[in-house]
């Protein structure tokens, strides 16, 4: 059975024998029951309630390698119910002076794994001081794993365990001083890494340390690992010595130590980014960004400017970029800008677009002059168009219009970028909407008349997409209303493109031509209704919120905060304009604050859009959605609104981000049942939101259970279709009656369940197929709309069915030469979507990558340059689509 599971076969037999072999009295059988058990069966089975007496049993009992097998069953499975009854045993053995040090070192481990499934099974009141005397255990196995118990317990509450902070840094400065340490716990020369990692990290858990004989004693241990730390040839040793170092030096940032520590802290990582060793190198980039935490370390660090920027040759940049990205301020922001605008060009293809953003962020933060802040974003346009997002060309622009001062210098640079042979289009973008509104200030200078900026603008209209041609409509229309005293030739030329487009195919195309058209025709009044565009009020970054939220990187982070505590620079103040058109004045912010991308949410309170109803299995759940922010650049240069009944954008908006943020608790459309106020006397036993989560990621197990009656399902998915079996099984020696069960499909279901009998006999299962076939693409969710009765007792229940979307999904290789050809096909919304998920906790990458397999995505390993990033592809079916490829970066 084990082999057979080892090569990747389900195996759903064997279970009853394999945990009856635990209560065997021979050792090579009760092996095989524990090893076995231990690989098939999961926290939530059933039959691991039949092994826990037994496992009980050999726990407490005095032979020590049956303790053994059964801790490292208990650790490896986990579970609620081993943790309520088998951790005070498990306590028992740690703290049992008889046991030897073997099998309380997997009692601590094993105490840890019960810990972190449920933290209940610690009593605090009374164990800080039984692990403050488990500090004191002289055997460093028992030590390492208590210490691992301890780091546990003390990021969940580290006020309760201040008694085991002097027994850490005891145990810190025995390991540095090599005291009483056996050989077989030195690895290379360095007594227990391991532990010393481990006692740092719990270290770094408490706020303060008060004691002036404890933090002396601790900042003495730093020292001499500090001191005692250089680069050798042999790689073993290096990396034992360099974890032992990373984390004194986190902690050394923990403590807010002394500046002359700081700056021997800083010293040694720029011998490490002096080496040639590339992983050497990029431990250093990565731990002198950490270093910026510290606001006394930025100018010592800025002594490394220039070995930091020589790294940006190196074939992977990003620890690098990150480093110079949080340094950077007013007195170096022109060097680092203007090196990473000449590194730009030979950048690697998948660094430029964070590149740009980078670049783009520092010199709107910390540039001297306006000027120059426009010569850096249209360098960054004409460099790496293909990478440059809307945001940045829209952040520009709202910088033009609030400056006056700003308008003719950057309306004179884009021209001249205009002129160039070949130019992007979103540097047509850009020149467009600048020369539009403030071309005129130029019609003194040679070869700027209202003619000579049409031509220029008119000879790139041939060579750009449908997205932009608006926007040189609107500029055509500026240019015209702005030509004093009119011209009549160039009036025709304008006059026939807008006659041109009136009959396009796009409808935002033809609109404007249509619109602008007519308004030409009014003459004097043109003035007043194309005026030019109102200052816009300050806001949020939209440049700074993205790399807020598309770095979830330790290092990247603390670069993040350090900006947030400096100074900006007085050259990009947003000047304070009363709000047009009636607005209410913005709301003060930070220094980190301006614009987010665009919305076409109304800001009126509609008391009947403000919650979003979730039904989970059984119950309403409100869902309180937040719109995003608005921006009126991205609203003047967006699709033409068309008006509709009050209230139905903003409708359609909170559909949408309930769907979005309920997750697979959202049920919308066709698939929200009315529920009335539940009347039932019978409680579900189990949670039923649980249990239907689990099932939208396994194809078997109970969907509800209460004490009559278990529902259970068995599903096959094959392309668009599914074939459903629900088994309905009476637990009582009664007869369950009235019997009944009613399927609401949503509208992409096409669903057919089988005649259910009106009674279920006693201690009888009914099985009722259900056949599903997906139309078409969508989130709504069947509902199963079941009741009965047993005597007097009537229930009825609405329950989700697992027939989610990603139950039609396929999963299927690609390979990297076609993958991303693949991506970048896609523009953008409604086929490639990007969502940020704040507020969730942290997962690994191993967690990450199982979690995507459950959802029928198939990993594709080493396709993306950031081993942090994980690519996936699979395939979607339904009977309108059929198969349709989908491509996954999370």
């Known amino acids: 059975m084990l082999y057979i599971y080892m090569l990747g076969y389900d195996v759903d037999f064997g279970h009853m024998e394999a945990v009856s072999l635990i209560s065997a009295p021979k050792y090579p059988e009760k092996q095989v029951g524990y090893i076995v058990t231990s690989c098939l069966l999961n926290e939530n089975h059933d039959f691991l309630r039949l092994a826990i007496n037994t496992v009980r049993n050999d726990i407490i009992g005095r032979n020590e390698t049956f303790q053994c097998l059964a801790l490292t069953m208990v650790g490896n499975i986990g579970g609620r119910e081993f943790a309520e009854s088998l951790a005070p045993d498990v306590q028992k053995l740690l703290l049992s002076s008889s046991c030897r040090p073997l099998v309380r070192k997997k009692a601590a481990l094993c105490l840890l794994r019960l810990y972190r499934k449920n933290p209940d099974v610690v009593n605090v009141d009374g164990w800080a001081d039984r692990m403050a005397q488990l500090l004191d255990e002289r055997d460093l196995g028992v030590l390492t794993s208590s210490m691992s118990l301890l780091v ?36 290379y020369g360095i007594p227990s890494p391991w532990l ?66 700081m700056s021997q802290c800083v010293a040694l ?61 007013v007195t170096n922001a022109k060097d680092i800008v203007e090196e990473l605008l000449q590194y730009l060009s030979s950048a690697d293809f998948t660094m430029r677009e964070e590149l740009s953003l980078k670049a783009a962020i520092l010199a709107e933060k910390f540039a001297p002059d306006l000027s120059w802040y426009v010569d850096v974003i249209l360098q960054l346009i004409d460099k790496a168009g293909d990478f440059i997002s809307d945001d940045i060309w829209f952040r520009v622009v709202q910088f033009v219009t609030n400056n006056d001062d700003l308008q003719p210098y950057a309306a004179a640079k884009v021209k001249e970028y205009l002129e160039k042979p070949a130019v992007h289009e979103t540097m047509v973008k850009v020149s467009a909407y600048i020369l539009g509104e403030y071309s005129h200030l130029l019609a003194r200078r040679p070869g700027c008349s209202p003619k000579e900026i049409f031509g220029i603008l008119h000879e790139k209209l041939p060579t750009v997409s449908t997205t932009t041609i608006p926007i040189l409509l609107s500029a055509y229309a500026k240019i015209l209303m702005h030509t004093q005293p009119p011209d ?57 919120k993205r790399a807020e939220y598309s770095e979830a990187d330790t290092a990247e982070q603390s670069a993040i905060k350090l900006r947030a505590q400096q100074q900006p620079s007085n050259a990009l103040v947003v000047t304070d304009q009363p709000p ?49 922010s608005a921006d009126l650049l991205g609203d003047l240069l967006g699709p033409l609104a068309i008006e ?8 359609s908006e909170h559909n949408a981000v309930s769907r979005l943020e309920g997750g697979p608790d959202a049920v919308d459309g066709s698939a929200i049942v009315p529920v009335e106020e539940q009347r039932n006397t019978v409680q579900p036993i189990g949670n039923i939101a649980e249990r239907f989560h689990a099932l939208c990621l396994k194809d078997s197990g109970v969907l509800y259970e209460d004490p009559y009656i278990q529902i259970g399902i068995k599903a096959e998915w094959r392309a668009h279709h599914g074939r459903l079996v629900l088994f309905l099984g009476n637990k009582n020696t009664a007869p369950l009656v009235s019997v009944q069960a009613l399927m609401l499909p949503p509208a992409h279901l096409k669903m057919e369940l089988s005649l259910v009998p009106d009674t279920i006999p006693p201690r009888a299962q009914v099985q009722c197929p259900l056949e599903v076939v997906n139309l078409r693409p969508s989130r709504d969710v069947a509902v199963l ?15 989700r069915l697992p027939a989610v979307l990603n139950k039609f999904l396929q999963p299927i290789p690609v390979p990297a030469e076609e993958f991303f050809p693949q991506w970048r096909s896609l523009s953008g919304p409604p086929l490639k979507l990007q969502e940020v998920v704040r507020g969730v906790r942290p997962m690994p990458l191993p967690e990450m990558a199982n979690l995507l397999n459950s959802f029928r995505l198939m990993i594709c390993p080493g396709l993306d340059p950031n081993p942090n990033n994980l690519v996936a592809s699979t395939t979607f079916y339904s009977e309108s689509t059929h198969a349709m490829l989908c491509l996954v970066r999370n």
């Not at 308004?519 to 209704?529: F, T, V």
Request: proline letters at 5%; a negative charge.
């Open 152 to 187: 546990a317990l003390v990021s969940n509450n580290h006020e309760a365990y201040w008694s085991c902070l002097p027994k850490c840094v005891k145990t810190l400065e025995r390991l540095a001083r090599n005291q009483d340490i056996p050989q077989e716990y030195t690895y």
């Open 196 to 261: 010393q990692v481990k006692t740092m990290r719990a270290l770094q858990y408490f706020p303060t340390i008060e004691d002036p004989y404890t933090r002396r004693t601790l900042f003495e241990v730093l020292q001499r690992i500090l001191m005692g730390t250089d680069v050798v040839k042999n790689v073993n040793k290096n990396n034992a010595s360099h974890a032992v170092l990373f984390e004194a030096l986190a902690l050394v940032m923990h403590l807010d130590a002394e500046k002359e520590m």
């Open 269 to 329: 990582l720029g011998k490490f980014i002096a080496v040639r060793e590339p992983n050497i190198r990029y431990l250093g980039l990565e731990n002198m960004t950490r270093m910026l935490m510290v606001t006394d370390a930025q100018e010592i660090i800025k002594r490394h400017q220039a070995q930091i920027i020589t790294s940006l040759k190196d074939p992977d940049i990003r620890r690098a970029l990150d480093l110079l990205y949080g340094m950077c301020d």
């Open 488 to 544: 009549q030739e160039l009036q025709s030329q304008i006059w026939a493109i807008f006659n041109k487009y009136e009959s396009c195919i796009d409808a935002e195309i033809q609109q404007r031509a249509v619109e602008y058209f007519a308004l030409c025709q009014k003459g004097a009044a043109l003035m007043d209704i194309l005026a030019e565009m109102p200052k816009f009020p300050e806001r949020k970054s939209s440049l700074i």
């Open 580 to 628: 047009a058109n009636g607005a209410t004045s913005p709301v003060p912010v930070g220094p980190l604050s301006l614009a987010m991308v665009p919305s076409m949410i109304t800001t009126e309170d509609h008391t009947s859009t403000d919650q979003a109803l979730s039904q989970q299995n059984g119950s309403l759940t409100k869902v309180d959605p937040q719109h995003p």
């Open 644 to 651: 509709g009944p009050p209230g139905a954008t903003v409708q």
């Open 785 to 799: 709309d079941f009741s009965y009765k047993f005597g007097t007792n009537m229930v009825n229940v609405k329950l």
